[in-house]
C-alpha cells in the first residue's frame, strides 16, 4: 500500500480504496488457499456456517443464498445429513415443509477447522520480524472495528466457517 498519510476520519480517495480493496483481497486470497482446510468443500463449509449463523432454513433458500442449483444443493445437504454434518426438521411453520439446520457435530467440526485456521496464519505471523508483528498488531487494533462493519455490511457473506 502507498505511504501517504490519511488524515484520521478524513475521506479516502478511489485509489486508495483500490489498494485497500487489493490488499483484503490477497488476504481472502490466503485464507482460502493457504489456510482452509481440504476436508469438506467450500460450499459445504459455507453453507454450515450459514446454518451456523441463521439458524435452520428451507433447502431453497440455502441454495439461493449459496449461489448454487436447488439439485446441487439437494445432493450437499444428502451428503451432509450422511455425515451428520446437517440435520432435515419439520418446519414448525408449515407442517408440509423441511428445514435444514446444522448438527452440534456440524459446529464442532466449524470450530475445529476456525481454530486449525487461526493455529496456521499464527505461525506464519510468527514466521515475520518483530517489526512487521508489531505493525500488523497496532493496525489490526485500530482496523479491527472497520473490518467488522465490512463484513457486517456485505450481509455476513463473508463470514468464514
Known sequence: MGDAAIAPGGPVGRERREEIADVLEQLAVLAVRQLAERDISMTAASALGRLAREGPTRLTSLAADEGVSQPAMTQLVQRLVKQGLMARVADPGDGRAVLVSITDAGRRLLAERRRDR????????AALPPEDQAALAAAVGSAAPALRRLVASAGGRAAVS
Open 118 to 125: 487461526v493455529a496456521r496464519l499464527s505461525d506464519l505471523l
